[in-house]
């Protein structure tokens, strides 16, 4: 279930064994995955892991205050680590309030909760250590492959923005992660921001996509940064 604000996604994942967070939202929204979870009528206490996508504000910026609150272990993938850690990235803060790695995860790498088991699956580009998580969920219409798909098929088409949160080598990682992208196979999109599939992969929103609309949405993206490095060549070599 979706437990984050209107314009970036977090979620709730059920499991015989305690709850899992996926990705935590901004730090500026206080209690409101706490709350939200409360709302679903699950117990914020329950949550036993935070998983999360990427280190960006805001994904990561709530990582502190649930992890303190619920004492939930923490997982980004190990190239992603030390911005959480630190509250850094290049050197500057990114309004991430620093909080403990518990485990830095590889590509390839299983984090089994309860009966629950989401495969960490390497996808540079948006940031150094991005990933998406791949796991069968139950849901009101049973079991269901579903990727938690953080911004995984983002890449910063804008100067000013690759410059703060790109970094050496981030366009050929992000070809190679649009090639990666295109393999997965799943049912169930859960993406990092909701006009992933409102605006780009089909019209309503329904976050059940076919294949075609998710090569509609990764190639769509793929685009963007191919027009973006003709114009701006220089980042091709960065």
């Known amino acids: 279930s979706h437990i984050g604000p209107l314009t970036v996604c977090a979620y709730v994942v059920e499991t015989a064994d305690g709850l899992v967070v996926v990705d935590t939202g901004y730090d500026k929204d206080g209690d409101l995955l706490a709350n939200n979870i409360r709302s679903l009528g699950l117990d914020p206490a329950n949550v036993q ?37 630190t509250g850094t990235y290049k050197g500057k803060p990114v309004n991430i309030p620093p909080v403990k790695v518990d485990r830095k995860l590889k590509d390839g790498e299983v984090v089994e909760q309860g009966e629950v088991a989401f495969k ?15 796991a069968t969920v139950n849901g009101q219409d049973g079991p269901s492959r579903t990727c938690f798909g953080g911004d995984a098929t983002g890449f910063k088409d804008e100067v000013t923005t690759l410059e703060r949160l790109g970094y050496p080598g981030v366009c050929a990682d992000y070809r190679k992660t649009v090639e990666t992208l295109r393999k997965l196979e799943f049912d169930l999109y859960l993406g990092g921001h909701p006009h992933q599939v409102f ?7 329904n976050p059940f996509i076919t294949r075609e609309e998710w090569l509609k949405l990764v190639n769509g993206r793929a685009q963007e940064m191919e027009t973006f490095v003709k ?3 220089k980042y091709l070599e960065w």
């Open 49 to 85: 892991l935070i998983l999360l996508t990427h280190a960006h504000a805001d994904h990561a910026g709530g990582t502190a205050r649930l992890a303190k609150m619920t004492g939930a272990k923490v997982m980004i993938h190990e190239k992603d680590a030390d911005v959480v850690e």
């Open 120 to 134: 960490t699956v390497f996808c540079p580009g948006q940031s150094p250590g991005e990933v998406v998580f791949l």
């Open 199 to 205: 605006k780009e992969a089909r019209a309503d929103g």
């Open 231 to 233: 114009k701006y060549p």
